[in-house]
């Protein structure tokens, strides 16, 4: 009886470290989940952050669009004619957004950990005559379009957005 006594402690021991060993694996194993996930909402809120601004430059263009008398489109001032041409590419992608003297930068708004100002430019479209909206029948009306896009960047500066609407005037 006392040698098998003897035989039976080792193997306690041997299924005691197995089990101390699974368990350190699932532990190492769901810190790394953890750091993952924590690495993602870092991720989701640095995006939210540049969306954000973009979405204020842009609101800003639009209010900038909205004042009675707007000064001439000649591509100084973050105010543009379209780029023409099937194989041109947009403007708001061949344009230096950090570049002050193409973009209007957004600098007199406080957005919270943004790494850079948001800024935005604005594209003159062709206008557009509607038959049907004139008071006088011979007179077409004629309506005003503007593409208004906006840059936005993260806490990091490696998130960018970048929003785009159309203002009817």
Not at 69 to 83: A, D, H, I, K, R
Not at 84 to 111: C, F, M, Q, R, Y
Not at 128 to 143: I, Q, Y
Not at 154 to 169: D, F
């Amino acid at each position: 009886m006392n040698n098998q006594q003897q035989s039976q402690n080792g193997a306690t021991l041997i299924v005691s470290l197995i089990l101390l060993f699974v368990l350190a694996i699932i532990g190492l194993a769901s810190m790394q989940s953890t750091t993952v996930e924590e690495k993602m909402a870092g991720n989701m809120r640095d995006q939210s952050v540049a969306f954000q601004a973009a979405e204020t430059a842009l609101r800003v263009g639009e209010i900038f669009l909205g004042t009675p008398v707007l000064p001439v489109f000649n591509g100084s001032n973050g105010l543009y004619q379209p780029t023409s041409g099937e194989t041109a590419l947009p403007l708001w992608e061949t344009i230096d957004w950090s570049d002050s003297s193409k973009v209007v930068t957004v600098s007199n708004l406080h957005i919270a950990d943004t790494a850079n100002n948001p800024a935005y430019i604005i594209e003159e479209l062709a206008e557009v005559a509607d038959a049907t909206g004139s008071l006088e029948a011979a007179l077409p009306k004629v309506s005003a379009f503007y593409r208004v896009t906006a840059f936005g960047s993260g806490n990091t500066g490696t998130s960018r957005v970048i929003l785009q609407s159309v203002y009817k005037r």
